[in-house]
């Protein structure tokens, strides 16, 4: 059986190679050769991953080390990123909030 050409999950522009798991977090995506070479990981995993930490400052070096190098080979601001960070703590607040609500019911 012939396996599916697959995007990168991490830029979506090049073909992906393979999929492997992501360092430090149980999901498996597919990445592009120059992705992986670069240490580059989907960004979407890194904002919420960070923000289960409670923020960046929370997360080890090695972590800390695969964020800058997925912002710098994606081209996305750290600004942008403890921005969406911050939303998404503030997410998981809220979904906290609604389920202590829900269990005093």
């Known amino acids: 059986m012939k396996i599916p050409a ?4 991490v830029c979506g522009v090049e073909l992906a190679i393979g999929v492997a798991c992501v360092p430090y977090v ?4 597919a990445y592009g050769i120059d992705c992986l070479r670069a240490n580059a990981h989907p960004y979407w995993v890194l904002v919420a991953n ?3 930490c409670d923020g960046f400052e929370y997360c080890d070096e090695g ?4 964020v800058f190098d997925t912002l710098n080979h994606l081209n996305i601001s750290f600004e942008k990123f403890t921005e969406d960070v911050r939303i998404e703590i ?8 609604t389920a ?6």
């Open 26 to 29: 149980p999901i498996s995506v």
């Open 100 to 105: 202590l609500m829900m269990e005093g019911d």
């Open 63 to 66: 972590w800390q080390k695969m």
């Open 6 to 9: 697959m995007d990168c999950d």
């Open 90 to 97: 503030e997410e998981f607040m809220k979904m906290e909030q």
């Open 50 to 52: 960070t923000a289960a």
